[in-house]
């Protein structure tokens, strides 16, 4: 499991090609993340380079009410900004 075995896969799709070789890599991953073990989800999207910091940052902000209404706040206000 790591960032190549993503990209292997996007790049296949990308070229139409068969992704056989990557599929048990990518089916072990999704199961992985499928898991009701939380420990284990989070270093299976550790592995996964930059995109799993953006995925830790939806967990981080999700975790608590406050952070929600906070990221909600800084959304609203960089929105106003922007027009």
């Not at 070789?21 to 999207?45: C, G, M, P, Y």
């Not at 910091?53 to 800084?74: G, M, Q, W």
């Amino acid at each position: 499991m790591d960032k190549d075995c993503i990209d292997k896969v996007l790049d296949a799709i990308n070229k139409d090609v068969d992704v056989d070789a990557d599929s048990q890599a990518v089916n072990t991953f999704v199961h992985t993340i499928a898991s009701e073990d939380k420990a284990l989800r989070l270093l299976a999207w550790r592995k996964k380079g930059p995109i799993s910091k953006l995925y830790l940052l939806i967990v981080y902000i999700k975790h608590s009410n406050a952070r929600r209404v906070f990221f909600k706040s800084k959304q609203r206000k960089a929105a106003s900004k922007a027009c």
